[in-house]
């Protein structure tokens, strides 16, 4: 049985898990760093660091006591080394290494991506080759998943993430920080009923673009101001259609590309959202593909979705040494070469 206790640094969130080779979750801690960033209306790079600082060492000690484990007990650790603020990067990477090579532990630098990629390995039975819709504050791409460390890149934004937007428009709204969930209980009370432009839709490719999606918001928003409840309510509605009305039609296009990809996945922070998973469920319904979202707890960040990257790597013979070096850009496509030669 291999148990790998894994880091998670590379944003506002510091969190540390065990998984097991058996796919159970033996220990899962986060500590959210909201209260730190709210007054900033957006993560502050060296706030962060520090608060990582912080926690990190409690945190990790708290996981072991869930998991009734000792170092001695663990067969590998685990932290994310990119893509993400440099300052956490570091703070989680080098704890890992310290504990690794002081208990001559095996140590493994996780991409961040991947392991949002992979999630659905650890909570369902899902085989390569699947199609993943990985949508986050940074990232939104269409991706091929094909093995560990195999991603064939279909599509991705040309300028805003999609939670980057979500973000953006709570913002400009004044519905507070983290944007997503605001964005999606607010449009709850309301109706897509403002007409709001679906960028990209009509180009024959897989990639997005919501900076003229989150302008238009800001032009209504201005011209409007200043806005009733109501309207508010209206415009996250309309907001999240517009973006729901990109993610199917984008996905549609790369279902019919790829027939092999029996299943369709949607992974990362925006994956949280229930209104964009309920429509995609029901684009996989319509075309004949087995849809699977992981927990909403597992779709924003945390530390088991590190761990289970992890375990994936280490049982195929993968490890890394320990003057590896966390990278704040490190694109899924280029994983394979980053990781080969162990
Ligand atoms: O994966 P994640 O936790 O961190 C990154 O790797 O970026 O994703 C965070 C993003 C934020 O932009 C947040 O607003 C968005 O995911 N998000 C949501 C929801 N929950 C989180 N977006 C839409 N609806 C949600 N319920
Ligand atoms: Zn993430």
């Not at 502050?44 to 001695?72: C, I």
């Not at 999606?213 to 999240?240: G, M, N, W």
């Not at 984008?250 to 959202?273: D, E, Y």
């Not at 309920?278 to 927990?295: H, K, N, S, Y």
Request: glycine share 8%; aromatic share 8%; hydrophobic share 45%.
């Amino acid at each position: 049985m291999i148990k790998i206790l894994a880091l998670e640094t590379s944003c506002d969130e510091t969190a540390v898990a065990v998984v097991d080779s058996h796919k159970r979750i033996l220990a899962h801690v986060i500590r959210s760093q909201i209260e730190e960033h709210q007054l900033y209306g957006g993560v502050v790079p060296e706030l962060a660091s520090r608060a990582h600082l912080d926690f990190l060492p409690s945190l990790v000690t708290e996981a072991l006591k869930q998991a009734r484990l000792g170092y001695g007990d663990v067969s590998a650790i685990a932290a994310t080394t990119g893509p993400g603020l440099m300052g956490g990067l570091l703070v989680g990477a080098t704890f890992a290494k310290a504990v690794a090579f002081a208990r001559n532990l095996p140590f493994l630098g996780i991409n961040h991506l991947e392991g949002h990629a992979l999630t659905v390995r650890l909570t369902h039975d899902v085989p390569f080759p699947y199609l993943l819709l990985l949508t986050s504050g940074g990232h939104c791409q269409i991706l091929e998943v094909r093995g560990v460390g195999d991603y064939k890149e279909l599509g991705t934004t040309l300028d805003d993430a999609a939670g980057e937007a979500f973000d953006k428009v709570a913002k400009m709204l004044g519905l507070g920080f983290p944007g997503g969930p605001a964005v999606e209980k607010m449009a709850l009370k309301g109706q897509p009923n403002i007409p709001l432009p679906r960028p990209l839709m009509e180009q024959n490719n897989y990639n997005f673009s919501f900076s003229g999606l989150k302008t238009a918001v800001l032009q209504y928003q201005q011209k409007h101001a200043p806005l009733s409840p109501q309207t508010v309510a209206d415009l996250c509605a309309s907001f999240q259609a517009a973006v729901r009305d990109c993610f199917v039609n984008r996905l549609t296009k790369a279902i019919q590309a790829l027939p092999l990809c029996q299943h369709v996945v949607v992974a990362g922070g925006v994956a949280a959202n229930v209104y964009l998973r309920d429509a995609l469920q029901e684009l996989c319904t319509q075309q004949g593909r087995i849809f699977v979202a992981p927990p909403l707890a597992l779709c924003t960040d945390n530390a088991a979705m590190i761990g289970w990257a992890a375990m994936e790597r280490f049982r195929l013979g993968y490890q890394d040494p320990l003057t590896l070096r966390p990278r704040p850009r490190w694109p899924l496509k280029e994983l394979t070469s980053c990781n080969t030669g162990f």
